[in-house]
């Protein structure tokens, strides 16, 4: 069978717009090379995709469903691993699994060690450029960085890699290690349809998140503890496909992962008085937790709120006693149908819980239960408590409504190591905290609130809709993006979103040294705009403005469950939304996805025509009318003063003198009246209508085709949307007119009235053109300090002041019970008398 081959970015595009029977190449300003079309100028933006995407097979479909012959590996993973707190270590040993479903004799067998990214001869060190900040003054803190990140050494060690179960003395197997991969040579092929078993050991040092930055590592803390946070922490499988084959392209740090689904046993080791959260489930709590933590969860699961399962003062207890009766505890962790796992372990947490149901139709009960989860420092607080485990309920809720229900039995949220967020299955690190005083600024609230909602969203896209991140950023970045737009704005009115709005695009959309979204994770330019707030925008307007809400959440829905615990690619993303949808996309994928082209419509003329029924009394009076309203110039006013020779000669005026050139004739009165004569009564109908047809210039200078919306305003003030769909432009995508017949007069044109295209330039939108106001501000540096802290200032101001006031009467009034009273009834006397004249005051 032919195998599908989604091309990289640089082969879609030769394959799309290389040398072919379309012709030459010619480059245009926007899209790079297009087919030269000379005696049409202009590259078709309907042009068919099917061009560019694989050819659809048995294993994935041209609806975009998975095929009939579909498959995708399995890795199953037992694990055990122990933490050296002191040392700042981890060291396992696994046994995998490895199940080939695939039709392929596989030789070898290829593993990620996503550690390596930390040695100092690693690609990624090797490559990277310096910083554009680079200057003769520099930081403690930053050289302290730069030169961490050129000495450290966190990569994988290898200790074994042998056939078998851990532990079983199995004979070794030959390997070799190729940067961030490594190939592990198989005894003899592995048979389609066979599975097999072989162990690896490891030991690695743990990166100072401070230090050395990533998506793993630990945090040290000011009093001396440290907060880990696990991940890329052992030898992964890559992902072997119908796609691709093996994917095993390089981690440089930016482009994530791909990875196989399978089932995880995991056993971790650490100091006893640790409280560690991962993936999955606990399967030994009687042995872990404390009867106390037991019943809190248990109180959790049904409580109206999060309940705290370790308190605060627990936690601060912890932190100061530190693991003072020593000795280790294991916690035993499986998980099921994962792509990934990761844990976190500290004494500093709080940690608090909370259950959450949402429907499921394929559950017997009809729900699904979900116990929400946030683990943060005191340093977190009271940020953390109030809307962490809150965010996570709600992501569930509202993605789950436009995918499908959320299936694992946790979701947790955990401070550390990233500052901003990282996603991995049921469990997520976020970095938001408030000030040391406990307040934090509008930013910081929300940054929390939206950071926990997009990792905990990372559940959906990509760790079950099982997407390759090291190659299409965007199938999980964007979609996800695009989901945490739709759950903010189901947080409260006016939240604050940073990405989706279609306005809020238009500045990176205009902006130069861009590549097209469907490029590799690490040739991006302008990465978070490109990744995440670019394909978020083009769906949030695929799905107000092109298809409409109904059509697109039913296409993204069929998507989502299409390719639930699957593989997808960008072609089956494509596909299925045009499948379910019933609407032609190829020229919105092709614009929004393949160019960097932006939108920038106008509406560039307005001409109006009524019907003429010619009728010479009608046209003498508009004829007329037209004339008297004619303006005249300067001169002609200045020259009426002037005399004229006729005035003095009479004799000079003639026939033409007296000739009125507008006046209807007898002749042509009687004509017309022949004429209506010989009309039946369907063309008198047509004759006498008094419609206007208003013939609208539109103008496309971005070169991205997009749904035309009007908003008319008449001449009695009430106004009409008309709404026109992009197909308009597909025979000329740079300039079209449109005919609009109305009874009333059109006084005003406005286009894209709702913001809702991302058009960049709104100059060239209005008819008549319209005066822009603007104003400029006068002020001074703004305070560093958060709306809170100033409050809180203040606050204390006034009952700083209040007590003063308090005090000073006290005083008065202690000071009137003893003072005598005749001198205190002078003094006042001479206070209240009226002052001398003399006396200057």
């Not at 799309?16 to 049409?40: E, M």
């Not at 916690?331 to 976190?344: G, M, P, Q």
């Not at 639930?564 to 919105?588: I, N, Q, V, Y």
């Given at each position: 069978m032919t195998r599908s081959l989604l091309l990289s970015a640089?082969?879609?595009?030769?394959?799309?717009?290389?040398?072919?029977?379309?012709?030459?190449?010619?480059?245009?300003?926007?899209?790079?090379?297009?087919?030269?079309?000379?005696?049409?100028?202009?590259?078709?933006?309907?042009?068919?995709?099917?061009?560019?995407?694989?050819?659809?097979?048995?294993?994935?479909?041209?609806?975009g469903a998975p095929g009939h012959e579909y498959w995708q590996q399995r890795a199953d993973y037992d694990i055990a691993v122990t933490l050296n707190e002191?040392?700042?270590?981890?060291?396992?040993?696994?046994?995998?699994?490895?199940?080939?479903?695939?039709?392929?004799?596989?030789?070898?067998?290829?593993?990620?060690?996503?550690?390596?990214?930390?040695?100092?001869?690693?690609?990624?060190?090797?490559?990277?450029?310096?910083?554009?900040?680079?200057?003769?003054?520099?930081?403690?803190?930053?050289?302290?960085?730069?030169?961490?990140?050129?000495?450290?050494?966190?990569?994988?060690?290898?200790?074994?890699?042998?056939?078998?179960?851990?532990?079983?003395?199995?004979?070794?197997?030959?390997?070799?290690?190729?940067?961030?991969?490594?190939?592990?040579?198989?005894?003899?092929?592995?048979?389609?349809?066979?599975?097999?078993?072989?162990?690896?050991?490891?030991?690695?040092?743990?990166?100072?998140?401070?230090?050395?930055?990533?998506?793993?590592?630990?945090?040290?803390?000011?009093?001396?503890?440290?907060?880990?946070?696990?991940?890329?922490?052992?030898?992964?499988?890559?992902?072997?496909?119908?796609?691709?084959?093996?994917?095993?392209?390089?981690?440089?740090g930016r482009g994530e992962f791909a990875?196989?689904?399978?089932?995880?046993?995991?056993?971790?080791?650490?100091?006893?008085?640790?409280?560690?959260?991962?993936?999955?489930?606990?399967?030994?709590?009687?042995?872990?937790?404390?009867?106390?933590?037991?019943?809190?969860?248990?109180?959790?699961?049904?409580?109206?709120?999060?309940?705290?399962?370790?308190?605060?003062?627990?936690?601060?207890?912890?932190?100061?006693?530190?693991?003072?009766?020593?000795?280790?505890?294991?916690?035993?962790?499986?998980?099921?149908?994962?792509?990934?796992?990761?844990?976190?372990?500290?004494?500093?947490?709080?940690?608090?819980?909370?259950?959450?149901?949402?429907?499921?139709?394929?559950?017997?009960?009809?729900?699904?239960?979900?116990?929400?989860?946030?683990?943060?420092?005191?340093?977190?607080?009271?940020?953390w408590s109030q809307y962490s485990t809150q965010a996570i309920a709600h992501c569930i809720e509202v993605y789950s409504k436009f995918t499908f229900p959320y299936p694992y039995p946790n979701a947790i949220s955990v401070y550390g190591v990233v500052g901003g967020g990282m996603e991995y299955p049921m469990i997520c690190w976020n970095g938001p905290k408030p000030e040391e005083d406990g307040t934090y600024d509008a930013r910081t609230k929300y940054f929390l609130i939206s950071v926990v909602i997009h990792e905990v969203g990372h559940n959906w896209f990509p760790m079950i809709v099982n997407s390759d991140e090291r190659r299409w950023t965007w199938m999980d970045e964007g979609l996800n993006t695009f989901l945490q737009y739709l759950a903010e704005q189901e947080w409260e009115d006016e939240y604050p979103s940073r990405r989706g709005r279609p306005e809020d695009i238009t500045t990176f959309m205009k902006s130069t040294n861009q590549v097209p979204i469907m490029t590799n994770s690490e040739s991006l330019l302008q990465f978070g705009a490109n990744a995440y707030a670019k394909p978020a925008t083009a769906l949030n307007i695929l799905r107000e403005t092109v298809l409409g809400r109904e059509l697109f959440d039913k296409a993204f829905k069929t998507y989502?469950?299409?390719?639930?615990?699957?593989?997808?690619?960008?072609?089956?993303?494509?596909?299925?939304?045009?499948?379910?949808?019933?609407?032609?996309?190829?020229?919105?994928?092709?614009?929004?996805?393949?160019?960097?082209?932006?939108?920038?419509?106008?509406?560039?003329?307005?001409?109006?025509?009524?019907?003429?029924?010619?009728?010479?009394?009608?046209?003498?009076n508009r004829e007329r009318t037209e004339e008297e309203a004619e303006p005249k110039t300067l001169s002609d006013l200045r020259n009426e003063e002037l005399p004229k020779r006729i005035d003095s000669f009479p004799e000079l005026e003639d026939f033409y003198n007296s000739y009125d050139e507008l006046k209807a004739t007898k002749k042509q009165i009687k004509t017309y009246k022949e004429f209506l004569e010989g009309l039946n009564e369907e063309q008198l109908r047509?004759?006498?209508?008094?419609?206007?047809?208003?013939?609208?210039?539109?103008?496309?200078?971005?070169?991205?085709?997009?749904?035309?919306?009007?908003?008319?305003?008449?001449?009695?003030?009430?106004?009409?949307?008309?709404?026109?769909?992009?197909?308009?432009?597909?025979?000329?995508?740079?300039?079209?007119?449109?005919?609009?017949?109305?009874?009333?007069?059109?006084?005003?044109?406005?286009?894209?009235?709702?913001?809702?295209?991302?058009?960049?330039?709104?100059?060239d939108n209005m008819l008549p053109r319209e005066i822009v106001e603007s104003r400029f501000k006068l002020f001074k540096k703004k305070s560093d300090k958060n709306p809170m802290q100033e409050a809180r200032e203040a606050e204390a101001e006034d009952a700083k002041e209040k007590a003063a006031a308090e005090k000073a009467a006290a005083e008065k009034a202690a000071k009137t019970d003893t003072e005598d009273p005749e001198e205190a009834a002078e003094e006042k006397a001479e206070a209240e008398a009226p002052r001398s004249e003399a006396s200057g005051d």
């Open positions: 640089a082969v879609l595009w030769a394959a799309a717009f290389g040398p072919s029977a379309f012709g030459q190449l010619s480059p245009t300003k926007d899209n790079g090379p297009i087919p030269d079309n000379a005696k049409y100028g202009q590259a078709d933006s309907f042009r068919e995709l099917t061009e560019i995407l694989p050819t659809p097979n048995d294993y994935r479909t041209a609806s002191e040392e700042h270590t981890l060291t396992g040993a696994e046994t995998i699994v490895y199940h080939n479903h695939s039709p392929d004799r596989l030789e070898y067998l290829w593993l990620q060690l996503d550690a390596n990214l930390f040695t100092p001869d690693s690609l990624a060190r090797r490559t990277a450029t310096g910083p554009d900040d680079l200057s003769e003054d520099m930081t403690f803190d930053a050289l302290k960085q730069m030169l961490a990140a050129e000495t450290f050494d966190g990569g994988f060690k290898i200790d074994k890699v042998a056939v078998g179960p851990r532990g079983q003395g199995g004979a070794d197997l030959p390997y070799t290690v190729v940067d961030t991969m490594m190939r592990v040579d198989l005894p003899k092929p592995l048979e389609p349809g066979a599975n097999y078993t072989f162990n690896v050991a490891w030991h690695f040092t743990l990166n100072n998140s401070e230090e050395i930055g990533g998506r793993t590592g630990y945090e040290p803390l000011e009093d001396g503890n440290d907060l880990f946070c696990i991940a890329q922490w052992f030898p992964r499988m890559c992902v072997y496909g119908d796609a691709v084959g093996w994917q095993h392209k390089q981690y440089y990875l196989e689904l399978g089932d995880y046993d995991v056993t971790i080791t650490c100091p006893a008085d640790l409280v560690v959260s991962a993936t999955g489930v606990l399967q030994n709590p009687a042995q872990c937790l404390t009867q106390t933590q037991r019943d809190r969860l248990e109180t959790a699961k049904t409580s109206k709120a999060p309940v705290f399962i370790v308190t605060r003062a627990e936690s601060d207890e912890a932190r100061k006693t530190r693991n003072e009766g020593g000795g280790t505890k294991s916690w035993h962790w499986k998980a099921e149908n994962v792509r990934d796992f990761a844990f976190t372990a500290s004494r500093a947490f709080i940690w608090d819980a909370w259950g959450n149901t949402v429907p499921d139709e394929d559950a017997k009960s009809g729900e699904h239960f979900t116990m929400c989860q946030s683990l943060y420092p005191s340093e977190c607080e009271p940020l989502s469950r299409r390719w639930k615990f699957k593989h997808p690619e960008p072609a089956d993303f494509f596909r299925t939304m045009e499948d379910a949808s019933g609407r032609d996309l190829d020229w919105f994928w092709r614009g929004w996805f393949y160019t960097t082209s932006h939108v920038d419509l106008g509406v560039s003329n307005l001409r109006v025509y009524t019907v003429d029924a010619g009728d010479p009394v009608e046209k003498e047509l004759l006498k209508n008094d419609a206007k047809f208003y013939a609208m210039d539109l103008t496309n200078d971005g070169g991205l085709p997009m749904p035309v919306i009007l908003k008319l305003t008449y001449a009695d003030g009430s106004t009409e949307e008309v709404r026109i769909p992009a197909e308009i432009w597909r025979a000329n995508n740079q300039k079209v007119t449109k005919v609009l017949m109305r009874k009333k007069a059109i006084e005003k044109v406005e286009l894209d009235p709702n913001r809702e295209t991302a058009d960049v330039d709104r100059s």
